[in-house]
């Protein structure tokens, strides 16, 4: 079945840019998704990129789309203290889209 | 209106104890999911409702029961759990296209729950 991976931490200094990356294993996923989870707080999805894309840009976010190593980031920009969180990167698949398939999060710390 | 809201925001019950989590959205969606989250660990999908049936279960124990009683809310039952069911409860929601595409899902803020 589908794999979706992420490196559990990342560490950036206030004002620099964080990238986060994910990789996946199933070229059939169709739509990937970033959620943010800040500490006891539910999830916000942050942004998505459907599979013909190869960016997308909203504000200090920019996802980027590598279909050919199934390689997805998201960069933010400027990265504040308040982006201190952990992000999930998800997937779904055209055979099953009711599902989405998880990575273990990255735990981003926004150092002042 | 594109908020998800859960009620209680916090549950601590006896292994005994009969008690329900409420999920509520009116943003149009016609599925809507349960699932359960560990500390520092991506949610695990329990149940989805789609068009009020349900349509998916993922091999959750029987003292979980859900219940959709109408396309904007569902339920939790929970009754006779174990500590190791403590965990946050996250309900969340998406839009189903006519294509039966489900799209993005939208969380709420989720019920932490205690079991003693």
């Known amino acids: 079945g589908e794999d979706v991976e992420q490196s559990l931490f990342l560490s950036v200094r206030e004002g620099d840019s964080s990238v986060i990356n994910c990789t996946y294993t199933d070229s059939s996923s169709t739509y990937l998704y970033w959620y943010k989870q800040e500490p006891g707080a539910g999830l916000q999805l942050l942004t998505y990129?459907?599979?013909n894309m190869d960016m997308k840009q909203d504000q200090r976010l920019t996802v980027l789309l590598n279909k050919k190593d199934k390689h997805l980031s998201l960069r933010i920009a400027d990265t504040q203290t308040g982006d201190s969180a952990i992000y999930f990167c998800a997937v779904r698949n055209a055979g099953n889209n009711r599902k989405l398939i998880w990575g273990l999060g990255t735990s981003l710390a926004v150092n002042p | 209106d594109t908020e998800v809201t859960q009620t209680p925001k916090h549950l601590v019950m006896g292994m005994t104890n009969k008690k329900s989590l409420k999920c509520e959205q009116h943003?149009?969606?016609?599925?809507m999911y349960w699932y359960k989250q560990k500390a520092k660990k991506p949610p695990e999908l329990m149940f989805v409702y789609s068009y009020e049936k349900l349509s998916i279960n993922e091999s959750v124990p029987s003292r979980f029961s859900p219940e959709c009683p109408n396309s904007s809310l569902l339920n939790l039952h929970l009754h006779a759990l174990q500590p190791e069911d403590s965990a946050l409860y996250l309900c969340?929601?998406?839009?189903?296209?006519?294509?039966?595409?489900?799209?993005?899902?939208?969380f709420g803020p989720g019920t932490r729950l205690t079991v003693l």
């Open positions: 990129i459907f599979s």
């Open positions: 943003m149009g969606h016609r599925a």
């Open positions: 969340a929601s998406s839009q189903v296209d006519l294509g039966l595409s489900y799209n993005e899902q939208f």
